[in-house]
């Protein structure tokens, strides 16, 4: 089962993540360009889709088997996103999650401000020793679980910070519910008209 993941901004994003977007200058989430097509006048605008816009590298999808970025590369397992590159993060489980594990982004240059460690599914938590030691190294991590960190790094990544996430696939999948598969059709489309009657498409 593959989860198509929706950008937006977590209710809960952390407090280091609230800061970095205050220190710097955000950039717009939805960007608008005039259309010469048709119309010329004020008020024409066409909307672009972020993940497909901007150049940095975006999690579009996660299974239980890994990744779909938004260039359509899969990553299979637990993987180390970046802005610009993507590595497979050499760990079993959340088990094997340590200061030597997520060494790489002390590594790598330039360093991220922010790390985004998406732990699995919802309620897995780190040991509060393994998270005390990983804070010693120096990094500014965030734990929480894949859905919420990746919802905040494509959120950042897409605001042009420094940002890095280590990914385990999730082992339970949150199932679509009605109201879901409702709010993933654009209003205009949720009813379908057949000569004098209009049918709901929601139900």
């Not at 901004?9 to 950039?27: E, K, V």
């Not at 599914?121 to 859905?147: Q, Y």
């Amino acid at each position: 089962m593959l989860v198509d993941f929706h950008f937006q901004m977590p209710a809960g994003i952390s407090r280091l993540a609230s800061q970095l977007l205050r220190q710097q200058r955000p950039l717009p989430r939805v960007m608008t360009r005039r259309s010469s097509q048709n119309y010329d006048g004020p008020g024409k605008t066409t909307v672009n889709i972020l993940n497909q816009e901007v150049g940095f590298l975006m999690v579009d999808a996660y299974s239980r088997s890994g990744f779909r970025l938004n260039n359509g590369d899969r990553i299979f397992g637990p993987a180390a996103v970046f802005p610009t590159s993507v590595f497979s993060w050499l760990i079993r489980s959340v088990d094997d999650v340590d200061a030597k594990s997520l060494s790489l982004f002390s590594l790598i240059h330039p360093k991220p401000h922010l790390v985004l460690v998406g732990l699995g599914s919802p309620g897995v938590k780190l040991e509060a020793e393994k998270i005390k030691s990983i804070l010693s190294t120096g990094l500014n991590v965030e734990f929480m679980d894949t859905e919420k960190a990746i919802s905040t790094y494509n959120y950042l990544c897409a605001e042009g910070r420094a940002v890095g996430a280590a990914l385990i696939p999730p082992e339970v999948i949150r199932r679509f519910t009605v109201d879901d598969h409702i709010n993933m059709i654009p209003p205009s489309q949720r009813f379908e008209q057949r000569g004098n009657d209009v049918k709901s498409l929601m139900y």
